[in-house]
């Protein structure tokens, strides 16, 4: 079964808030650690008294959605379903270095509260007053993608329901800190626009929120379809990845045939970037293929950018230029495959279809 996608909405380190049409010209960052998203102007969608508790990507999360529900004309949706991988960092921060400075006395538990996984879309149920289904799934790499599973098996059953959902994750100094330790980023300032051709270990951190309005129903106007994603952990080699992709484009239909464009998840990482590289050469040879995390970074649910970015290419029927990879793109992007791994170990597959 197909669902649709009636509306996207993204916050990034692009300017891609509100976006009808692709971006002209790509955001650049030189010489950076890591990418930060472009912040929209908060008192257009959330009263200032009530932004000034919220932290950074609550803010973000909050008026993302909140965009996303005034351009798709729904007030409130059946549902608000959202993944992250590591939720509020900043308010977990604040948390423990409250414990730390006060030696575990006199705590303030807003922080704690504040850092809790569920935030966000429970700030979005307070903001439009919904009491429907709510739900935060946190499985690190395939946190979004457990979250969209769960809108995709609730319009299986009934395709009338509005679901809103959405990714989101941020970075913050602190936890840059801490996994640049752990050799996960570059050990070097880098050009975002040129992170594919460092060829070193480590990539670069990012961070985003993107919301999508789904619907069991096709209508006029929608973005484009979700036919199927899927998910599989730690494969053995990159031969299973390209027998695990091989088995989900014939799932697909595409036994005969193949996608119009295959959208990876490169990120610069030597030790990564290998999955992606043995399928260009092998069993997706001579598909046109382009790359997104240039424009966004890396973190655990870039996949919902990758989302947002596709179901936008379809529906404008155009590839940006800026667009990592891109050689012999087609005129016509009918069929797209979305391939991306966190780290080697949480590898998901999407498949789009135009509408």
Not at 70 to 93: H, K
Not at 324 to 332: D, I, S, T, V
């Amino acid at each position: 079964m197909a669902v649709y996608i009636k509306e996207a909405t993204a916050i990034s380190p692009q300017n891609t808030f509100g976006a009808k049409v692709l971006p002209e010209e790509p955001a650049t960052y030189t010489d950076v650690n890591m990418l930060r998203c472009i912040e929209p102007v908060y008192r257009d969608f959330i009263d200032p008294m009530v932004a000034r508790r919220m932290s950074r990507i609550v803010k973000m999360g909050v008026c993302c959605a909140l965009r996303c529900l005034r351009d798709s004309g729904i007030e409130v949706p059946d549902a608000i379903i959202a993944g992250t991988g590591l939720g509020c960092l900043e308010d977990t921060e604040k948390f423990l270095g409250s414990i730390y400075a006060n030696e575990e006395k006199l705590l303030n538990p807003t922080p704690f509260i504040q850092s809790t996984h569920n935030t966000v879309a429970g700030a979005v149920a307070l903001a439009i007053k919904c009491h429907n289904y709510n739900a935060t799934y946190t499985h690190r790499g395939f946190s979004f993608e457990n979250a969209l599973e769960d809108a995709l098996l609730q319009l299986a059953e009934n395709p009338g329901l509005r679901m809103l959902t959405g990714g989101f994750d941020e970075v913050t100094p602190g936890s840059y800190e801490i996994t640049r330790r752990m050799g996960l980023w570059k050990n070097h300032p880098v050009s975002n626009l040129s992170l594919e051709q460092y060829h070193t270990r480590g990539s670069l951190p990012g961070e985003g929120v993107a919301f999508f309005m789904l619907g069991g129903r096709k209508d006029a106007g929608d973005w484009a379809a979700i036919r199927s994603i899927q998910t599989f952990y730690k494969p053995a080699s990159e031969a299973e990845v390209a027998q695990r992709i091989s088995n989900f484009m014939a799932d697909c239909g595409l036994k005969t045939g193949k996608p119009d464009l295959v959208i990876f998840g490169k990120n610069g990482d030597v030790t990564g970037d290998r999955y992606y590289e043995y399928v260009i050469s092998g069993l997706l040879k001579n598909i046109p293929h382009v790359s997104y995390k240039h424009l966004c970074g890396e973190y655990d649910t870039s996949a919902s950018f990758a989302l947002w970015l596709a179901a936008l290419m379809i529906k404008e029927q155009r590839i940006p230029s800026y667009l990592e990879g891109g050689k012999n793109l087609p005129r016509e992007l009918n069929h797209v495959l979305i391939y991306n791994h966190l780290r080697g170990v949480n590898h998901s597959l999407y498949f789009l279809e135009r509408c």
